[in-house]
């Protein structure tokens, strides 16, 4: 399935551009010989299996995800594996260019190779041998004992690859048995995954008995420890880095794809859980992370009990998509709350901060030897402690809402219209296929942060590859009479 959604940061980087100065007037087979050039390349020298990662160097002997990573393994997080498999997809079903197709099926083909038996996917998969070992993987029904065998929801990890593999379903019809029954098995152990109270835990390894969870209302803490406690928090409910609302979106997905109300019932709990997890006044956001009486807890050393300024614009926009199908005034209600609360809690430059202290709502930070401040002054570089604000737009969409006659609400997302031939378009299309070298690769200034002992200048990225993968698909969609 192909949303309007999937594609805003490509439309907006379209909408940023300027027109390249001096560039050829581009032409439909001019950006349809680059997309079979590009995607040549990175098919045959960047991928691992199928997969990919997030850069690689210049002249490809290094590579990085989140950590260092040799030639046979592939990343999972957001612009690795699932987003260039979904960058294919969506080119593909703009262009109907062929190798597209082909490559969206290889690289499907390596996220089933790293599908694990509790039903997601970790940070990484391995494609060498002895790598693979230690590893539960479903295609080689390797036993749970002794091997990783923990799936992982945050940072759009597992639900990436659910959306890839779905929306290749979808668009295959579901003629590929293996390709169907990786997804069913990927989606019912979400569920599975799923606390009674609608939350989930960050991790998930097909263990957990017992999820009759109290079901209680957000509270603040009497007192919290302002030192890091070193306790697990895996099990905690968890809206950092995004994992409970990019379930919402994933579940809702697969509940209109396969016309299953099993998953999008269970799209609606986690919604559920989303109102309870608003703090009251004087504070009526959300935390990253509640541990079992609903209180706002520690997860790792720079991520304390607090308010977030980062998670809780997902939560909004989450709820918004929530009300815009169900017409539940609750969710509206819940966003008309916050919104005021993070406007007033803005720093000085427009910004939030990552974490609001507790009550006081005094923005929090820590030292580079994570020590509680109120001071920005001596941050780690590792970690976001500011964030951009996105509430502008969530005002926006809520006015609409508000306008919004209720029985217009309880549809679907629009499906992406037909792309424009604008000279924005024209301008991203020229840089594009200008940008290409003689190997077929778009190469960029830039370095890996993990290989920090090697200079590396310029790099291969894949966020940039999907980006004009995309763009150059939207010209060439346009470009049909």
């Known amino acids: 399935m192909f949303r309007y959604k999937d594609c805003l940061i490509s439309l907006f980087t379209l909408a940023t551009l300027v027109p390249a100065t001096g560039a050829a007037e581009p ?15 990175f098919r045959e020298h960047c991928s691992a299996g199928g997969g990919y990662v997030f ?15 040799g030639d046979s393994t592939a990343w999972i997080e ?31 083909g390596a996220l089933l190779q790293g599908q694990l038996l509790s039903g997601g996917w970790t940070e990484q998969i391995e494609f060498g041998a ?8 479903r295609v080689e029904g390797n036993r ?67 999820h009759s969870v109290p079901d209680l209302q957000a509270s603040y803490p009497d007192t919290w420890s302002r030192e890091f406690p070193n306790e697990k928090y895996a099990n905690y409910y968890t809206l950092n880095d995004g994992t409970l609302c990019d379930l919402i979106d994933t579940l809702l997905e697969a509940g209109q794809t396969y016309q299953d109300n099993r998953y999008s019932d269970a799209a609606l709990r986690a919604g559920e859980f989303l109102l309870k997890a608003q703090m009251p006044a004087p504070q009526p956001g959300w935390a990253q992370q509640y541990n079992d009486h609903m209180h706002p807890a520690w997860a790792r050393k720079f ?27 609750r969710y509206l209600q819940a966003v008309e709350r916050a919104l005021p609360y993070y406007q007033q809690s803005a720093l000085a430059d427009g910004r939030l901060a990552r974490f ?15 020590e509680l401040t109120y001071s920005d002054s001596d941050m780690p570089t590792h970690y976001g402690f500011i964030v951009s604000s996105g509430l502008s737009r969530i005002e926006r969409e809520l006015a609409k809402l508000r306008e919004l006659p209720v ?18 378009l024209r301008s991203s299309a020229a840089k594009a296929i200008a940008g290409l070298d003689a190997r077929g690769a778009w190469v960029e200034a830039g370095n890996l942060r993990t290989h920090s002992e090697v200079n590396v200048v310029r790099v291969i990225s894949s966020a940039t590859f999907i980006n004009n993968i995309e763009n150059l698909a939207h010209f060439v969609a346009a470009s049909v009479p």
């Not at 160097?57 to 990573?69: A, C, H, I, M, Y």
């Not at 699932?82 to 290889?106: D, F, I």
């Not at 668009?171 to 152990?189: F, N």
């Not at 029985?407 to 031939?421: F, I, Y």
């Open 303 to 329: 991520e304390p009990p607090a308010i977030s300024g980062g998670e809780s614009q997902q939560v909004m926009r989450t709820l918004l998509e929530l009300y815009q199908r169900t017409a539940d005034g």
């Open 55 to 69: 850069r690689i160097s210049e002249d490809l002997s290094l590579r990085e995800g989140e950590n260092k990573v």
């Open 130 to 137: 002895e790598d693979r070992q230690r590893y539960a993987y």
């Open 144 to 210: 749970v004992d002794g091997r990783h065998n923990t799936t992982t929801f945050d940072d759009n990890k597992t639900q990436s690859a659910i959306r890839c593999l779905m929306r290749l379903d979808s668009e295959l019809k579901q003629s590929d048995a293996r390709l169907h029954e990786a997804v069913a098995y990927a989606l019912d152990h979400a569920l599975a995954a799923q606390y009674a109270n609608g939350a989930w835990p960050q991790k998930y390894d097909g263990k957990v008995s017992d």
């Open 356 to 370: 609001y202290e507790l009550r006081t709502n005094r923005p929090l930070y820590l030292t580079k030897t994570y």
């Open 27 to 41: 032409t439909r087979d001019d950006a349809v010989l680059a997309i079979q050039r590009a995607t040549s390349f």
């Open 78 to 108: 957001p612009p690795g594996t699932p987003a260039v498999g979904l960058a294919y997809l969506r080119a593909y079903q703009l262009t109907r260019e062929p190798s597209l197709l082909e490559a969206a099926r290889e690289t499907a």
């Open 407 to 424: 029985n217009q609400l309880g549809g679907q997302s629009e499906s992406m219209p037909k792309p424009k031939l604008t000279d924005a």
